[in-house]
């Protein structure tokens, strides 16, 4: 598997070689550099590959503990550290990893936390229909509705939609096309739209469902 952190810039369109226009979301996602190399052979007993993103001029505001690994490995101080299982490509501590791992006609994941809405009804937060309009109603229009049974079962059900803090979840969108790969600018136009607003980190890693191995 190739993966790469990221921060999302935001969405444009472009023109393909027909001059339809394509919605693509802008990704910075790099140079990613390596702080650690795992080995199933060694004392960690799994493949993996540490990446870190977005340098950090600011050491105060890393932990200790995170300062000395990085020292131990590399030296560099990052604001995202990511872990990468059986990483196919062959790198060393200390070694940049490029945008240029992905090509145009590849097919990623993208893995980002959503929005965050704050504290929100059930209209909003779980697309309720909310009570009549007429006929006598006051002040039930957004409201939920029953929530239980009043003996049997005597609770709330687990599960049950009601309001409460929407949005900031970690979401994964699958099979998103690299439209282009600027290595000058280390910038991935990918296909589609990505969760998280402008300016997030978000993950790109080799789609699970159509590898770089199974591109047609």
């Known amino acids: 598997m190739i993966g790469l952190i990221g921060k999302k810039l935001g969405q444009t369109r472009v023109y393909d070689e027909s001059g339809n226009a394509v ?6 996602a790099g140079p990613n550099r390596v702080l650690q190399v795992k080995k199933s ?11 870190g993103y977005d340098d950090q001029d600011k050491t105060s505001r890393v932990t200790k503990p995170l300062q ?24 060393n ?9 992905f090509e145009p006609g590849d097919y990623v994941d993208a893995i980002a936390d959503t929005k965050g809405r704050g504290f929100q009804g059930v209209v909003k937060r779980w697309n309720f229909g909310g009570g009549p309009k007429t006929h006598g109603q006051k002040g039930f229009f957004r ?15 687990k599960g049950k939609k009601m309001p409460g803090h929407m949005g900031q979840e970690r979401r994964t969108v ?8 600027r290595e000058e600018d280390n910038v991935l ?6 969760p998280g607003a402008k300016g997030d980190y978000v993950l790109i890693r080799e789609s699970k469902k159509r590898p770089k191995a199974a591109k047609s």
């Open 23 to 28: 919605c693509v979301t802008v990704v910075q």
């Open 41 to 51: 052979e060694g004392n960690d007993g799994y493949n993996a590959v540490q990446l």
């Open 68 to 91: 000395g690994h990085m020292s131990k490995h590399g030296g560099h101080v990052t604001k995202q550290v990511k872990e990468f299982r059986d990483f196919t490509l062959e790198v």
């Open 93 to 101: 501590t200390g070694d940049t990893v490029p945008v240029s791992v």
């Open 143 to 157: 409201r939920p509705g029953g929530i239980g049974a009043c003996a049997t079962p005597g609770w709330v059900v």
């Open 174 to 181: 699958q099979n998103l096309k690299v439209v282009q790969v």
């Open 189 to 194: 136009l990918i296909k589609g739209a990505i």
